[in-house]
């Protein structure tokens, strides 16, 4: 019997995961703030998430899952509310009178670590967040997981990508790395990740209501700055320009020992795999 999934939020995670469900016969509907495309498989409704079109769409379907992909308008904190906070408010109280999703896999971030001394930090990690953007992620976390709704978190570390080249772009600006330590997964894993869950639960395999979805390893930033450097023919020697500012990320390690326990095996399980795909797709 095909599945429904619901899409909430259509970027670039969502047209990455959703060919994963779409090729196991899934019936994929979507939802998005502004025009986007998408191909003939999606049912995409251009709507706000409090729209009475929205609340049409998710009471017109018993969802098997949904998936949340939320993304502030600006990085200041008012927007972080209302992307996280607010929805996931308005989604809670919205199922719980109302017809809801078998299961609900919400898309969050290793921001909620403020670990900066190049501790390992796991799913049992204390999550004492200082910056807003890792605040506001966790208290959409607390809302989510004090609901009675059956669900799955990710904390997604640094995503990079073909359409996500903040590295590569530091480097060709001549940007030299820190003593650091980063993490990072490619935007194809995260992809495999969210449908990974789903199907776990779908089988009745779940294990978890919470990962942290990352790669195998976490890496200094003047290593990777470095392989860059060489791999696109500028050599690490030009990397003179200073970084501007602390990264925002910290000094962390994060580990993805639970997500690998589980079943899920990395496409790109280093930086070294990933950009090498990355840098065959992106003009030098």
Known sequence: MSKKLLCIGFGDLATRYAP?????????????????????????LQADLTSKAAQHLMLAHNFDAAIITLTPDAYDEAAYISAYVDNMNYLINFWQNEQAPK????????????????EWVDEYSATTP???????????????TQSPLPHCIVRFSGIYGENRQYLVRQVKNRIRGGAQFGNRIHAD?????LHFICQ???????????YIGTDCAPVRGEEIHNWIADKLGIGAGQLTQPSKGPSRAGNKRCSNR???????????PTYKEGYSQVLNLAPH
């Open 200 to 210: 776990q639960y779908w089988l009745g395999k779940q294990k978890h209501s919470l």
């Open 130 to 144: 200082l910056k807003h953007n890792g605040r506001q992620m966790l208290a959409a976390e607390q809302i989510l």
């Open 103 to 118: 299961f609900v896999v919400f898309v969050s971030s290793t921001a909620v670590y403020d670990q900066c001394d190049e």
């Open 20 to 44: 994963h469900f779409a090729q196991h016969n899934c019936e994929i509907y979507a939802l998005a703030r502004s025009p986007k495309p998408a191909p003939p498989s999606i049912n995409l």
């Open 258 to 268: 639970r997500l690998l326990d589980s079943g899920y095996r990395f496409r790109y």
């Open 189 to 193: 894993d995260c992809a495999g990740i």
